[in-house]
């Protein structure tokens, strides 16, 4: 439908816990769907980057997320849990500071339950990049950003200085 501004890093409207989607509001959600998707796409086209944006980050103040890896999906008030005691760091990037990576630490297993389109449960188990990309995406949910998850205070590097990056503990980003 529509490519809409993403809410960028000090905006306050993304330190806001979202409302459960209610689903009685699922037929007024296929327009938000439509421009998460159209937001996500541009970004990707522009930036090379992004698997998934949460609803908050285009000001809709819902517990909604859309990914699009190889097809898109849904997340209608997903939940996380059954978090694996192992964990592991990434440089974790976010549409909301698209020129900041981050240092961050996530669970390398957990657990989603959320409703689909059609209103149905669906609870799936998340492993690795899936993981640490829902826990992301979920924290934008509550109103907290990859930043306040920074491992230390060196935890943080613009895009541009990536080359210094390498040899900086696993470097691997996340595009989320």
């Known amino acids: 439908m529509a490519v809409r501004e993403i809410l960028l890093l000090g905006n306050p409207g993304l330190y806001e816990a979202c409302a459960p989607v209610e689903q009685s509001e699922l037929q007024s959600l296929h327009a938000v769907v439509n421009d998460l998707h159209d937001t996500l796409m541009d970004f990707r ?3 090379g980057a992004g698997r ?5 980050q285009i000001g809709f103040k819902k517990r909604l997320v859309y990914m699009h890896i190889l097809a898109p999906v849904v997340y209608i008030n997903p939940v996380l849990d059954l978090f694996s005691d192992q ?5 974790d990037d976010c549409m909301s500071f698209p020129d900041l990576v981050v240092r961050v630490r996530r669970h390398r297993h957990c657990r989603i339950t ?3 389109l059609d209103w149905n449960e ?4 998340l492993e690795d990049d899936l993981s640490e990309l829902l826990q992301h995406e979920c924290d934008h949910l509550d109103g907290i ?18 080359q210094f990056l390498a040899g900086n503990r696993e470097s691997s980003l996340s595009a989320g």
């Open 87 to 91: 964990t592991f760091e990434l440089w």
């Open 145 to 162: 950003l990859a930043v306040a998850h920074a491992v230390d205070e060196k935890s943080f590097a613009l895009r541009s200085e990536q």
């Open 45 to 47: 086209r522009r930036h």
């Open 114 to 116: 959320y409703r689909d």
């Open 52 to 56: 998934a944006i949460a609803a908050p």
């Open 122 to 125: 669906q609870v799936i188990k």
